[in-house]
C-alpha cells in the first residue's frame, strides 16, 4: 500500500526567509507526486507535481520540489516566504490505478 | 470559465436524514472523486469514477452512496448509515493525458455538513 508522511504539523518562518515542508513516501513503483496548498474552507490548488525528468521541479507562486529517489522524499521549498503563503498544504503520491494518497497537511505560518 | 462547482457550500442535516451534495464539472474530465476532510487529518477517498456508469469504493465508502450517469456530475448522497457525517467534502476531477499517470487533481470549494 502507499502512502505519505509530512513529519511536520505546523512550519513558522519570517517573511523573506526560505522555507521548506517536508514529505516522504512509500509506493511501490515508479511515484508521481504532487503538491497541494488549501486555503481556510476552500477547495485544494494544485502546486507542482514530479512524474520523471529533472529531480528539481518548479510549479506556481515561486514554489519548487525536489525529488530524491534515494530517501524517498519530496520536499517543497521556496526561497523567500510571502506572508501570502500562509496556508495549509498538502503532498500526494498516486499510483497507476488513479488513486491518490494524501499526508495530513502541514500548516505554514509565514510571519512579518 | 472552466471548473468544479460544488453545491451547497454549507449543509445543515438532522441525524436519519440523507443529503446528496451536487458535484459537477464542465473540464470535459473522464475521472472525478470524492474525498473528506476532518481537522488534523488527510483527504480520505470516499468514492471514484473513471469512466460514466461505473464508478469504485474508496478507502471509507460505508454510509455513502455516488452515482455516474453523466460526465460532468457525480452527486454523493450521505446516507442515514453513516455515523459521523459531520465534515468538509471535497469533489475533485482529473483529465487524462495521454497515459494513466501525470494528471492532477481539480478541486471544487467544497461543502460543509453539520449534522445537528
Known amino acids: 500500500a502507499q502512502s505519505v508522511a509530512q513529519p511536520e504539523d505546523q512550519v513558522n518562518v519570517a517573511e523573506g526567509n526560505p522555507l521548506t515542508v517536508k514529505c516522504t513516501y512509500s509506493?511501490?513503483?515508479?511515484?508521481?507526486l504532487f503538491w497541494y496548498v488549501q486555503y481556510p474552507n476552500r477547495g485544494l490548488q494544485f502546486l507542482l507535481k514530479y512524474i520523471t525528468g529533472d529531480n528539481l521541479v518548479k510549479g506556481s507562486y515561486g514554489f519548487e520540489a525536489e525529488f530524491n529517489k534515494s530517501q524517498t522524499s519530496f520536499h517543497l521549498k521556496k526561497p523567500s516566504a510571502l506572508v501570502s503563503d500562509s496556508a495549509l498544504y498538502f503532498c500526494?503520491?498516486?499510483?497507476?490505478?488513479?488513486?491518490?494518497?494524501f499526508g495530513d497537511g502541514t500548516t505554514l505560518t509565514v510571519k512579518p | 470559465d472552466g471548473g468544479i462547482t460544488q453545491s451547497p457550500k454549507y449543509l445543515f442535516r438532522k441525524e436519519g436524514q440523507n443529503v446528496t451534495l451536487s458535484c459537477e464539472q464542465n473540464l470535459n474530465h473522464d475521472a472525478m472523486y470524492w474525498y473528506r476532510q476532518d481537522p488534523g487529518q488527510g483527504l480520505r477517498l470516499i468514492y471514484y469514477s473513471q469512466i460514466v456508469n461505473d464508478f469504485q469504493k474508496g478507502d471509507i465508502a460505508e454510509g455513502y452512496s455516488v452515482s455516474r450517469e453523466k460526465k460532468e456530475s457525480f452527486p454523493l448522497t450521505v446516507t442515514s448509515a453513516q455515523k459521523n457525517p459531520t465534515a468538509f467534502y471535497l469533489c475533485?476531477?482529473?483529465?487524462?493525458?495521454?497515459?494513466?499517470?501525470?494528471?492532477?487533481?481539480?478541486f471544487g470549494e467544497g461543502s460543509r455538513l453539520t449534522v445537528l
Open positions: 500526494a503520491v498516486r499510483d497507476v490505478r488513479s488513486k491518490s494518497t
Open positions: 475533485a476531477s482529473r483529465g487524462w493525458e495521454g497515459g494513466p499517470i501525470a494528471g492532477e487533481l481539480f
Open positions: 509506493v511501490s513503483g515508479n511515484p508521481y
